[in-house]
């Protein structure tokens, strides 16, 4: 008998840690599953608090923003608020419950149990679950994360909204001063500038935002907020301390480039990014001791190879996606150190999408960037072509952006992709089949069935094989007919 308990059973990565545990556990002599979760009403940070709500308010505010750039348009319609936050909350309700279903199904299984309770350390792999001590083979820690809030002087004397406060929110203050401007801030600033009207002020710390791509990435970002939504970004900007202002706000000390600036606004928004949630799990009573490359590639702890920590718990690389594929390779790696087996190292493909400029100028990333294809000495072509130069784009009413593709030199193998541009995101599949595939950039189509958005694919793909100075080998319109025939 092999006993599994996976604490936070209701979130992405213990789902599909259970569901692969299950799918092999004929594998084990037998296998017993103990499922712990405390979550109310339980479902899963990204499903109730992360980028399944996020998306649903962005759109009704991408809704207003581009409507009000198309001159062709007469008047601007405004976001309901109220209307909003309930449709959001009745879809994540939907979402939520199929979760815990799902959830509630598995532990129907033979051997299988799950306890809505909180599940805290006593001893190595020794849990406290209400008042019960549980002593299984192997322990699962998959709690998610939390808003990492800095250490800052004041900041535990002012009232601040985190991203989920803003997915909530109803009502709006008029001005705003807003910490952090990476995935988070990325997305909700400009719903905030464009839903609640609020007058913001971002603080930057590097010269602009996406500071690991190509600086036009960040630049272009930069405009974007500037212009097309009204934020004032200070960078180079630095925060120093915080206070109260005496009609109820909130006053923040910056430095900027050497000087300071104070500045003053009636709410502070704290998008600082997210740590581990490992608070009150008892880990002190373990030989576990988190920090940078406590988890191996495995997903074990350095510590206790009967440990595995998977999802943003580990903060390895807190993206959905990754949080499931983690769960399945942690499984996969039980099954195989209870058979005695290696274990595998589990690598993903990087694959991000921000919905920054609310959905329509989403930020996408696939495989290599210029700088990390560099730090492997692969010798690369970098080709990037902006959006204006096709005129689809001009007449959907959003040329501004760019896209980058990343190819081996010597072999042609399409190594990754970013893209900062309207549809941006729905594009990202195609690059990411591209790249995990290795498939070599001769050897992709370089039409488009129709003048669409994807256009600046072809335009990528053509360019990098004139810079292989392999051209004729590229599979243009001529050699689709000779196929087809």
């Not at 710390?205 to 500037?226: A, M, V």
């Not at 030199?409 to 190594?415: M, P, R, Y």
């Not at 290795?438 to 992709?444: I, M, P, S």
């Amino acid at each position: 008998m092999v006993h599994v308990a996976i604490i936070g059973a209701y979130g992405s990565a213990g789902v599909a840690v259970a569901d692969g545990l299950l799918e092999r556990a004929e594998e084990l002599s037998e296998l017993e599953l103990t499922l712990i979760d405390d979550g109310d009403p339980g479902g899963g940070l990204c499903i109730l608090r992360g980028c399944m709500p996020s998306k649903e308010v962005l759109s009704a505010a991408d809704h207003r923003f581009r409507a009000r750039h198309d001159d062709r348009l007469e008047g601007v319609p405004e976001v309901d608020p109220e209307a909003v936050v309930a449709r959001k909350d009745e879809h994540i309700s939907g979402f939520a419950e199929h979760r815990r279903e799902h959830v509630h199904e598995l532990a129907d299984h033979e051997n299988v149990e799950f306890l809505r309770e909180t599940a805290r350390f006593v001893d190595d792999r020794v849990l406290a679950v209400d008042g019960r001590r549980l002593e299984p083979d192997y322990v699962v820690v998959a709690t998610g994360s939390t808003l990492n809030v800095p250490d800052l002087p004041g900041i535990d004397d002012v009232e601040f909204m985190g991203s989920a406060d803003v997915l909530d929110a109803t009502s709006f203050p008029d001005s705003g001063i807003v910490m952090g401007f990476g995935y988070v801030g990325l997305e909700l600033a400009p719903y905030l500038s464009e839903a609640g009207d609020v007058d913001l002020t971002v603080i930057e710390h590097d010269d602009h935002p996406l500071d690991e791509f190509e600086s036009e990435y960040g630049e272009t970002i930069l405009e974007l907020y500037r212009e097309e939504f009204g934020i004032e970004v200070l960078t180079n900007a630095d925060e120093r301390r915080l206070e109260w202002t005496d009609d109820g706000g909130v006053r923040l000390y910056a430095d900027q480039e050497g000087e300071e600036r104070i500045l003053e606004a009636d709410q502070l928004y704290c998008f600082t990014g997210r740590r581990p949630n490992l608070d009150g799990l008892g880990l002190e009573e373990t030989r576990l001791e988190p920090g940078e490359g406590w988890i191996e590639s495995t997903m074990q702890a350095a510590d206790d190879d009967r440990v595995f920590v998977v999802g943003d718990a580990n903060g390895r690389e807190p993206i959905l996606h990754v949080a499931k594929e983690q769960g399945f390779a942690a499984a996969q790696n039980i099954v195989s150190h209870a058979r005695e087996e290696e274990c595998e190292p589990y690598a993903n493909v990087p694959h991000h999408v921000i919905f920054s400029g609310l959905g329509t100028y989403p930020f996408t990333r696939i495989g290599h960037t210029p700088e990390t294809a560099a730090e492997t000495e692969m010798e690369t072509i970098v080709v990037t072509r902006e959006a204006s130069d096709d005129g689809v784009f001009k007449t959907k009413g959003h040329s501004e952006g760019q896209a980058t593709i990343i190819v081996d030199a010597e072999g042609g193998t399409v190594l990754g992709f970013q893209g900062l541009h309207l549809h941006a995101d729905v594009m990202a599949k195609t690059m990411q089949v591209l790249v995990e595939m290795k498939v070599d950039v001769r050897e992709v189509p370089k039409r488009a069935y129709h003048p669409t958005t994807p256009e600046i694919l072809d335009g990528l793909l053509r360019e990098a094989c004139e810079e292989l100075g392999d051209e004729q080998d590229c599979v243009d319109d001529t050699d689709a007919r000779d196929l087809a025939l």
